[in-house]
């Protein structure tokens, strides 16, 4: 079921919205430079997956839920859980390994983590998420709340069998949630032609009678819109919606891929279509918004950035008493110790 | 025989080769094994050798290539499938444990499956959680199935071919972290036996047992223990099931003392299985309690104080083996 998110008129979002657009995606990019940088210092360990070129979908999503709603996320989960409100300090010092991050070092960069946020992870096993993102949305509807789960998951997870399994019971069930399929064209080296026949991955709503929708994923109004509509219907009981959000990594797949299998003529095409450029330049042109304000931004930025590393330096290693707690809830469960 | 020094990953990808020359039945299977030349790039150039018929890349679908898979091997094929790690091939377990394991028992001796597969264990680094699992027990729980868990190039080679040539279904365990390192291997063919344990160096005041690249902290163990004057013998399992008990019931009736190092999990681990059986069969040569270092009780998290608080090392085992023979305090 195709519907278009075109955004017929993209100048009703106002000013604000814009700022906080573009504040919070420069955020995320100068976040995830940064570890970058890092990771490539050896401060930062294990697998590392950077956001860069993906922004718009947190942005577009935060505008478009309120803070109850929960979301979930696979391990490319920095710019989402950041997005959440999940302190960049503390996500800087989960990086780390450091106790004071967000899952108290024990989960790196893949298994951010924010209860209060109603952040849910960070998970490894590609589309492992997927199920328990329409459990979130379970859960809210035998609570009786109007809340809604917004489950991201890649290109790469939609060739999963739990996709199936899980829209099939989602339709059935009716359940508050919005899959979001962050298309990047890439699962590691295997582009979405090499994965399947049906390339449109929103058509695989279609089996199910599931509303899905595909939306560019460089533009924040088109997201915003078209998950702002999905979560209406999943607010008002009619049940889920599969989107797909076309975007790009403009980073390889993790610290380690070199990328070989894309030309860097494809990269600087998504880059020409940047969603932080093309903000700002609505900022300066559409609403006059002075350079001194944009430096302003890009200052507070700057420090967050830096701010978040100083502390993730200063900040310890867990002791190693920490290694059989957060395994049980129970205090005192044996634990075999030899 | 000549011979001379490849990577880990040359002796997998020069065992598949061969077998795939010899046996047109044989494929390869698996996520980037093709045109990516494999994520740890054990496949490389495998693709450019034999096409895209036998050298197949998958979507991200564990479940639904290892069902063909184990379905190709019961019509007459002999499939390699490549997991990028076990921790992935968990989303399969339904079809190696339901299925592949059992198809002989449920035809009553008609449909076998003879399929291999393989793939990187255990943990790498600060991988956190999720990516850090060591399944050798898991697997050798299963009648039915071969586990075979290597430790340097030259086994792996020769186990390889040989699990390929099997004509039982077959885990073959690797790791990430050694695939980069070298060992002799011989130029010409050679194949190692399935089920055969290997004294990797001899030693009369106590045995240690390992496998996979706890091995690394076995040998050194030993090499520690030896400038003290205490002489280890050190056997590599190679093979967890069958398990080769013969040779550590072997050398514990020379040395009348047992440690194990593994990286599972303590509870039904490898080290369970093989103080049962030594206590078994040779209660009356054991001049101490059967003891073990396995990875901690608890999933391993990503922080580094906490990885080396999780894994087996030289300086915990060298304690215990002081500790089985009285020599602490
Ligand atoms: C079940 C499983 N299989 C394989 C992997 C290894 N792996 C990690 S990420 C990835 C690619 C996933 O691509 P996609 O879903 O498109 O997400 P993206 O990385 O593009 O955000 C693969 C194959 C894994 N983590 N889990
Ligand atoms: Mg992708």
């Given at each position: 079921?195709?519907?278009?998110?075109?955004?017929?008129?993209?100048?009703?979002?106002?000013?604000?919205?814009?700022?906080?657009?573009?504040?919070?995606?420069?955020?995320?990019?100068?976040?995830?430079?940064?570890?970058?940088?890092?990771?490539?210092?050896?401060?930062?360990?294990?697998?590392?997956?950077?956001?860069?070129?993906q922004?718009?979908?947190a942005?577009?999503?935060?505008?478009?839920?309120?803070?109850?709603?929960?979301?979930?996320?696979?391990?490319?989960?920095?710019?989402?859980?950041?997005?959440?409100?999940?302190?960049?300090?503390?996500?800087?010092?989960?990086?780390?390994?450091?106790?004071?991050?967000?899952?108290?070092?024990?989960?790196?960069?893949?298994?951010f983590?924010?209860?209060?946020?109603?952040?849910?992870?960070?998970?490894?096993?590609?589309?492992?998420?997927?199920g328990?993102?329409?459990?979130?949305?379970?859960?809210?509807?035998?609570?009786?709340?109007?809340?809604v789960?917004?489950?991201?998951?890649?290109?790469?997870?939609?060739?999963?069998?739990?996709?199936?399994?899980?829209?099939?019971l989602?339709?059935?069930?009716?359940?508050?949630?919005?899959?979001?399929?962050?298309?990047?064209?890439?699962?590691?080296?295997?582009?979405?032609?090499?994965?399947?026949?049906?390339?449109?991955?929103?058509?695989?709503?279609?089996g199910?009678e599931?509303?899905?929708?595909?939306?560019?994923?460089?533009?924040?109004?088109?997201?915003?819109?078209?998950?702002?509509?999905?979560?209406?219907?999943a607010?008002?009981?009619?049940?889920?919606?599969?989107?797909?959000i076309?975007?790009?990594?403009?980073?390889?797949?993790?610290?380690?891929?070199?990328?070989?299998?894309?030309?860097?003529?494809?990269?600087?095409?998504?880059?020409?279509?940047?969603?932080?450029?093309?903000?700002?330049?609505?900022?300066?042109?559409?609403?006059?918004?002075?350079?001194?304000?944009i430096?302003?931004?890009?200052?507070?930025?700057?420090?967050?950035?830096?701010?978040?590393?100083?502390?993730?330096?200063?900040?310890?290693?867990?002791?190693?008493?920490?290694?059989?707690?957060?395994?049980?809830?129970?205090?005192?469960?044996?634990?075999?110790?030899? | 025989?000549?011979?001379?020094?490849?990577?880990?990953?040359?002796?997998?990808?020069?065992?598949?080769?061969?077998?795939?020359?010899?046996?047109?039945?044989?494929?390869?299977m698996?996520?980037?094994?093709?045109?990516?030349?494999?994520?740890?790039?054990?496949?490389?150039?495998?693709?450019?050798?034999?096409?895209?018929?036998?050298?197949?890349?998958?979507?991200?679908?564990?479940l639904?290539?290892?069902?063909?898979?184990?379905?190709?091997?019961?019509?007459?094929?002999?499939?390699?499938?490549?997991?990028?790690?076990?921790?992935?091939?968990?989303?399969?377990?339904?079809?190696?444990?339901?299925?592949?394991?059992?198809?002989?028992?449920?035809?009553?001796?008609?449909?076998?499956?003879?399929?291999?597969?393989?793939?990187?264990?255990?943990?790498?680094?600060?991988?956190?959680?999720?990516?850090?699992?060591?399944?050798?027990?898991?697997?050798?729980?299963?009648?039915?199935?071969?586990?075979?868990?290597?430790?340097?190039?030259?086994?792996?080679?020769?186990?390889?071919?040989?699990?390929?040539?099997?004509?039982?279904p077959?885990?073959?365990?690797?790791?990430?972290?050694?695939?980069?390192?070298?060992?002799?291997?011989?130029?010409?063919?050679?194949?190692?036996p399935?089920?055969?344990?290997?004294?990797k160096?001899?030693?009369?005041?106590?045995?240690?047992?390992?496998?996979?690249?706890?091995?690394?902290?076995?040998?050194?163990a030993?090499?520690?223990?030896?400038?003290?004057?205490?002489?280890?013998?050190?056997?590599?399992?190679?093979?967890?099931?069958?398990?080769?008990?013969?040779?550590?019931?072997?050398?514990?009736?020379?040395?009348?003392?047992?440690?194990?190092?593994?990286?599972?999990?303590?509870?039904?681990?490898?080290?369970?299985?093989?103080?049962?059986?030594i206590?078994?069969?040779?209660?009356?040569?054991?001049?101490?309690?059967?003891?073990?270092?396995?990875?901690?009780?608890?999933p391993?998290?990503?922080?580094?104080?906490?990885?080396?608080?999780?894994?087996?090392?030289?300086?915990?085992?060298?304690?215990?083996?002081?500790?089985?023979?009285?020599?602490?305090?």
């Amino acid at each position: 079921m195709f519907v278009s998110t075109k955004t017929k008129d993209a100048t009703r979002f106002t000013k604000e919205t814009y700022l906080y657009w573009y504040e919070l995606m420069l955020l995320l990019r100068r976040f995830e430079e940064k570890a970058g940088q890092l990771y490539g210092m050896q401060k930062i360990r294990g697998f590392c997956h950077l956001y860069i070129g993906q922004e718009a979908i947190a942005a577009g999503c935060m505008t478009a839920t309120r803070p109850e709603d929960p979301f979930i996320t696979a391990y490319r989960d920095h710019g989402l859980a950041i997005a959440k409100g999940i302190s960049a300090k503390s996500c800087m010092a989960e990086l780390f390994g450091k106790a004071t991050g967000c899952s108290k070092g024990k989960g790196g960069s893949m298994h951010f983590f924010g209860h209060k946020e109603r952040f849910f992870g960070g998970h490894g096993i590609v589309g492992g998420q997927i199920g328990p993102g329409a459990g979130l949305a379970f859960a809210e509807q035998y609570k009786g709340t109007d809340n809604v789960s917004l489950t991201f998951f890649g290109d790469g997870a939609a060739r999963q069998g739990v996709i199936h399994e899980t829209f099939n019971l989602a339709m059935l069930w009716k359940l508050p949630v919005v899959f979001i399929c962050e298309n990047n064209y890439y699962a590691m080296g295997t582009s979405v032609e090499r994965t399947s026949n049906v390339i449109d991955i929103y058509k695989l709503a279609d089996g199910y009678e599931m509303p899905g929708d595909s939306v560019d994923g460089m533009s924040p109004e088109a997201v915003h819109e078209s998950v702002a509509r999905a979560v209406k219907r999943a607010r008002e009981g009619g049940g889920p919606t599969l989107l797909e959000i076309k975007t790009y990594r403009y980073k390889g797949h993790s610290m380690s891929d070199p990328a070989k299998y894309r030309t860097k003529e494809e990269v600087e095409e998504y880059k020409e279509r940047d969603p932080i450029d093309y903000t700002l330049g609505k900022l300066q042109n559409e609403f006059q918004v002075s350079e001194e304000e944009i430096e302003k931004i890009n200052e507070r930025v700057k420090h967050e950035v830096e701010e978040a590393v100083q502390f993730a330096e200063e900040s310890p290693f867990p002791d190693a008493s920490e290694l059989l707690k957060d395994i049980y809830v129970q205090k005192d469960y044996p634990f075999i110790m030899d | 025989m000549a011979s001379r020094v490849i990577q880990f990953r040359e002796a997998l990808r020069e065992a598949m080769v061969e077998e795939m020359r010899r046996d047109d039945r044989v494929f390869l299977m698996g996520e980037e094994v093709a045109e990516y030349n494999g994520a740890y790039k054990v496949s490389q150039g495998m693709l450019e050798e034999f096409g895209s018929k036998r050298v197949i890349d998958t979507p991200i679908s564990e479940l639904g290539f290892s069902g063909i898979a184990v379905g190709a091997a019961q019509n007459g094929l002999r499939p390699i499938v490549e997991y990028m790690t076990w921790n992935f091939a968990v989303l399969s377990l339904d079809q190696i444990l339901n299925t592949a394991s059992k198809l002989l028992a449920m035809s009553g001796g008609q449909v076998g499956c003879p399929i291999v597969f393989r793939g990187p264990n255990g943990s790498a680094g600060q991988l956190g959680a999720q990516h850090s699992t060591a399944f050798e027990n898991l697997y050798a729980n299963i009648p039915g199935l071969k586990v075979i868990s290597v430790s340097n190039p030259y086994d792996a080679k020769g186990l390889l071919k040989s699990a390929i040539r099997d004509d039982d279904p077959v885990v073959f365990m690797e790791s990430e972290v050694m695939y980069g390192e070298k060992g002799e291997v011989p130029e010409g063919e050679y194949l190692i036996p399935i089920g055969k344990a290997d004294v990797k160096r001899p030693g009369t005041d106590i045995t240690l047992v390992s496998f996979n690249k706890m091995m690394k902290v076995a040998l050194g163990a030993a090499e520690e223990l030896a400038k003290e004057g205490i002489s280890a013998e050190v056997i590599d399992l190679r093979t967890i099931r069958p398990l080769d008990w013969m040779t550590v019931l072997e050398s514990v009736k020379k040395t009348n003392r047992l440690v194990i190092v593994e990286e599972q999990w303590p509870f039904g681990s490898i080290s369970s299985e093989l103080a049962y059986r030594i206590q078994k069969e040779a209660f009356d040569y054991l001049d101490a309690p059967v003891r073990r270092i396995t990875s901690a009780d608890a999933p391993m998290h990503y922080a580094p104080t906490l990885v080396a608080a999780y894994l087996p090392d030289i300086a915990r085992t060298v304690n215990l083996v002081k500790e089985s023979m009285y020599l602490n305090k």
